[in-house]
């Protein structure tokens, strides 16, 4: 119990915010560009700051930023809807102890990440939320930290699954052609999901992963430090005043619920007429999330209300992400990514070449946190590299899929919704995280050496 302490307390002295965390890596980003980028000094700053601010305003990038926001908001509203807080509340019912509730919040979000990351990352960190507020107002010890770290635990494995960005892309027609030209004439066409996300070595690191990673989170909570803690419950204001005329409209249960579950309708609509699970992206989540809202909270003025306590959430956001796009802008732009892919994939055998992009993906995923700007950079050099040497193309694609995901659990840039719902802050729970990201290690180097 002592070295728990020590063990949190040594990291909760240790990490910055996740704000200065950005600063920080941006001043990094900016260090090594000026020392790789041949040519004058002058030359190097200016270009650096072009190469900065074309990221940190990159139109779609900010769009991209924009539906992260609207995720969290809307996920936040919907989850603070009385027909789904119970919902909820009967998962965590299962069980009553805080090291088992833990581990049950752990086992769902791993469920959910592995077929879209972004319901993972807003019902993770809900039950992460509601789970506090129970142990709370019950007056029981309980590990918050740890409570949002298992919430958070879904994005170790997302990229693995059915949202994956590189398995998704790859298997489009023509996107392989898209990326390296004419330079692999021998190029399939696209690649199958039965090499990638469906094959037998990323079941089976699924598979021990969701038996692990609960286990795991089960024994921390009994180790870690415990303590009784005042997480507010969130309330939504349903007080109705007499409200005249057209007024009448906000306080309706009819109308809200109509309009909720017409856009449910089109979200359905939309579904059924796409192929696999390719609807599942970030503008079909927002709009099935903001049907569901209106459609659960049925008054507006219940969901404006719940609104209002959610929006707050999503400050982090507003400024963190264009700050990583401009660390993006210069390790892009400045040619550093594709060097140290470069430079991994000369040093490569057929037997190493995998763990060494499973290595260089992690690296590259704390200065470029996205999973499809990271697979645009580094996919032709993985394809070209895997030509190559002859290595299984689905294989080389997944070995840069699990660095990616692996270091979510050290990058706090995806944890910012997470921190947002529940009110914690990254040092509080990336002890955890470094824990889990251990054992992810093991797995993925597990199997991308036996198969």
């Not at 996740?18 to 030359?43: D, K, N, R, T």
């Not at 996107?175 to 469906?198: F, M, Q």
């Amino acid at each position: 119990m002592s070295f728990a302490r020590k063990f949190e307390k040594t990291f909760r002295y240790l990490l910055p915010s996740p704000f200065a965390i950005a600063l920080l890596l941006s001043l990094f980003s900016f260090a090594i560009y000026w020392l790789y980028v041949e040519g004058p000094i002058q030359q190097n700053i200016a270009s650096s700051l072009e190469d900065w601010q074309a990221g940190l305003w990159n139109a779609p990038l900010l769009v991209f930023m924009v539906q992260m926001m609207l995720i969290l908001v809307l996920g936040h509203v919907l989850a603070l809807a009385k027909p789904v807080g119970r919902f909820v509340d009967w998962i965590l019912n299962l069980k009553k102890d805080p090291s088992s509730v833990t581990a049950l919040i752990c086992f769902f979000t791993l469920i959910l990440a592995y077929f879209n990351w972004g319901l993972a990352l807003v019902f993770g960190a809900v039950m992460a939320r509601k789970a506090g507020e129970n142990f709370s107002s019950r007056g029981l010890s309980f590990n918050y930290g740890l409570l949002g770290a298992a919430g958070y635990s879904g994005l170790m494995v997302w990229h693995g699954g059915f949202s994956g960005s590189a398995p998704i892309k790859v298997a489009e027609s023509g996107h392989l052609r898209s990326l390296v030209g004419d330079t692999i004439p021998e190029l399939p066409e696209r690649i199958a999901w039965s090499e990638t996300i469906l094959s037998g070595m990323n079941l089976s690191s699924a598979f021990i992963l969701l038996l692990s990673l609960p286990a795991l989170v089960y024994l921390l909570s009994k180790l870690a430090p415990k303590q009784k803690e005042e997480v507010p419950i969130a309330k939504v204001n349903l007080e109705i005043d007499n409200y005249r005329g057209a007024e009448r409209i906000d306080q309706s249960p009819w109308f809200g619920l109509s309009i909720g579950c017409s856009i449910l309708l089109i979200s359905l609509y939309t579904a059924l007429n796409s192929e696999g699970l390719n609807f599942l992206t970030p503008n079909f989540i927002n709009l099935a999330l903001l049907g569901g809202g209106l459609a659960f909270h049925g008054r507006l003025s219940s969901f404006l209300s719940a609104l209002d306590n959610a929006i707050q959430g999503a400050s982090g956001i507003l400024l963190q992400f264009p700050l990583y796009f401009g660390i993006m802008g210069l390790m892009r732009e400045g040619g550093l990514i594709t060097a140290m892919s470069d430079f991994f994939s000369a040093s490569s055998s057929a037997f190493s070449f995998p763990l060494w992009t499973f290595l260089s993906a992690g690296i590259i995923n704390i200065f470029v946190p996205s999973g499809g700007g990271q697979w645009a950079i580094q996919g032709p050099v993985i394809l070209e590299t895997a030509n190559a040497l002859g290595i299984n193309y689905g294989k080389a694609i997944m070995a840069m899929a699990y660095g990616d995901q692996l270091t979510n659990m050290l990058q706090p840039f995806w944890a910012l919704p997470l921190l947002g719902i529940t009110g914690l802050k990254a040092r509080r729970i990336v002890p955890y995280t470094i824990i889990m990201m251990l054992l992810g290690t093991i797995v993925f180097l597990g199997v991308l050496i036996l198969y």
